[in-house]
């Protein structure tokens, strides 16, 4: 029995090993053709034209755009819902608002790119005229709404660990509640917090549906979020969409784009891991 | 008499307080009209389309024709498929990590591993997917192969939170369960599992709808939204419903938009009643049984 229980939790380790094979047996022969340099500093990402360009930056700075623009979105505003929540609520707001907020963490993400489609980006395109039908603003914003729950979440349970003593100490010291919100409390978590933000910006550089939806499909180094542009994980539904016949370079660049996710996203969640196990808190 | 604060600085210092309570009440409340306008939104331009033909017909060309039929039977093939292979094998995983394995170094590393993996972009399962499944084993553009797909997506949630179930049953249960001379399977079996079924079908519940919700690994894998069948076997082509309103939601006649917002009040009805029932079984196990 001991062994086939054994088996079963082999296999995530089995899946592990598996993604990390499949990636690189289908990297490695990309690199043969393509140097790892015009790869990592490539301005042109057009696989499916000719010439052909692989250079990822214009996908990294798509996704980067994205992670970026939802962290201005969500961090600040997640924060100030966990704060309020946990210092200021009363238990019967919060047995309200933290249900409510489950249900936002429970929507598929495809409905998220449908929000920005309908609703969002005409928003936008209402506002600024000049924006593209896809872009970054809109983009933005419903994956930002997505991840506000895993912040609000993650950051009220860390804010609710900071034990009774610290406050009373400071309200013993004379603080008024600002002061020992924002001088105690948040400070004492911020290890916690600081890793909720790093696993919630790695959730936002994985999102594939609604970015697809609402971001657009043009690879491009843009500064302006009004532009439309293509995230890594949106170039992989694309090419996924077509007929791409498997064995040719641009079939590979689907495992080479997902390497790279790969790698970006267990970086950052293994350094959120870290910060909370080496920076967390040890009271009394 | 005690020295004052002067008085114009306290009540500065008033103001700042409540100004500051007020904006996170502001943020508290944006977050929580956010959710209502994205459902909102939703329901309006979905209600009128959904009607009982937009459930009975297969896709179409034509927006008047076409119908989520195709689409929720193949969710149904896959998450039938899904729940079947991630149980067993998460659910074992789970007794092999709190029952069996030692605290040691190879613990720790499966351990650390599933947890990395509850952080893997599902994106990336699909690529997995379409390297292992699909060409590796010739499975094709299958819903076996999306089955398996979504099986290794939702594996970590499932294996964590039936952990932590069994975790929640006390020690001594299984101490006097030896002592009676029961083997440690009998032990599982008999005293540890049952206790913990709620538990564990919680996460399971809320792990299927996290799998009945995704569309990219599945498109990844090669499920197309054009599907003019429902399947009928396990190497059958297939569509699903967040497939299908990746679908309608990329196409510019807004009557496909309309479309989409039906098929997604279907799909939140279904995720709705899932987490409903997965609340309900919290609520109801977790206050019955007592130490």
């Not at chain 1, 996908?59 to 309020?84: D, E, K, N």
């Not at chain 2, 195709?70 to 079947?84: D, K, N, P």
Request: net charge positive.
């Amino acid at each position: 029995m001991a062994l086939t229980l054994g088996a079963c939790a082999g296999i995530s380790v089995l899946t592990t090993v598996g993604v990390v094979v499949v990636l690189l047996v289908e990297s490695i022969p990309f690199f043969r053709d393509v140097s790892i340099v015009e790869f990592l500093i490539g301005t042109k990402w057009t696989p499916l034209l000719k010439p052909q360009h692989f250079g990822i930056l214009p996908l990294l700075c798509g996704t980067m755009w994205i992670a970026v623009g939802s962290g201005l979105f969500a961090l600040p505003l997640g924060l100030a819902t966990a704060v309020y929540l946990s210092e200021y609520a009363r238990p019967g707001i919060r047995d309200l608002v933290k249900p409510a907020l489950e249900i936002l963490a429970g929507i598929p993400s495809v409905v998220y790119g449908y929000f920005a489609v309908v609703a969002v980006s005409p928003l936008i395109r209402w506002i600024f005229p000049q924006a593209d039908v896809f872009n970054v603003v809109s983009a933005s914003v419903v994956v930002g709404i997505m991840i506000l729950p895993m912040i609000v979440s993650l950051s009220e349970d860390v804010l609710r660990a900071v034990p009774r003593a610290l406050r009373e100490g400071a309200y013993a010291l004379g603080s008024t509640k600002l002061d020992v919100t924002v001088r105690v409390v948040v400070p004492s978590a911020a290890s916690g917090i600081m890793a909720s933000f790093l696993l919630a910006l790695s959730r936002a550089i994985g999102e594939t549906m609604a970015v697809t939806l609402a971001a657009g499909a043009t690879p491009q180094l843009t500064l302006n979020p009004l532009d439309s542009v293509q995230t890594m994980t949106a170039y992989i539904v694309q090419i996924s969409q077509g007929d791409t016949p498997a064995g040719t370079i641009e079939y590979r660049t689907i495992f080479v784009v997902g390497l790279a996710l790969f790698v970006l996203t267990l970086g950052m969640n293994v350094l959120a891991q870290y910060i909370l196990s080496r920076f967390r808190e040890v009271y009394e | 008499m005690t020295p004052q604060t002067p008085e114009p600085l306290a009540r500065r210092r008033r103001l700042m307080a409540r100004a500051f309570e007020l904006a996170c009440l502001g943020a508290t409340l944006l977050s929580v009209v956010l959710l209502f306008v994205l459902l909102g939104t939703v329901l309006y331009q979905g209600l009128g389309s959904l009607t009982w033909d937009l459930l009975t017909r297969l896709p179409s060309r034509l927006p008047e024709r076409a119908g989520i039929k195709a689409a929720a039977l193949g969710s149904l093939w896959l998450i039938g498929l899904t729940t079947l292979i991630s149980v067993p094998v998460g659910v074992g995983a789970a007794i092999y990590l709190e029952e069996y394995a030692r605290d040691g170094r190879l613990r720790r590393l499966i351990q650390l591993n599933i947890a990395n993996l509850a952080g893997v972009p599902s994106i990336v399962y699909g690529i997995l997917g379409l390297g292992l499944f699909v060409r590796a084993l010739a499975l094709d553009r299958s819903v076996i192969s999306g089955a398996l797909t979504l099986s290794l997506v939702i594996l970590p949630v499932v294996i964590l939170t039936a952990q932590e179930a069994l975790r929640s049953v006390p020690v001594s249960i299984r101490h006097a369960s030896y002592a009676l001379g029961a083997t440690r399977w009998q032990t599982i079996w008999h005293q540890v599992l049952p206790v913990s079924i709620p538990g564990i079908l919680t996460g399971v519940i809320l792990a299927v709808s996290r799998a009945l919700g995704e569309a990219a690994p599945l498109v990844a894998v090669g499920a197309v939204a054009y599907v003019s069948f429902v399947p009928s076997g396990l190497r059958d082509a297939y569509t699903a419903l967040p497939i299908q309103i990746f679908d309608w939601s990329q196409r510019p006649q807004r009557e496909f938009h309309d479309l989409a917002a039906a098929a997604i009040i279907v799909l939140l009805a279904v995720l709705l009643c899932l987490n409903g029932i997965a609340v309900y079984l919290r609520q109801r196990y977790g206050k019955r049984v007592r130490w």
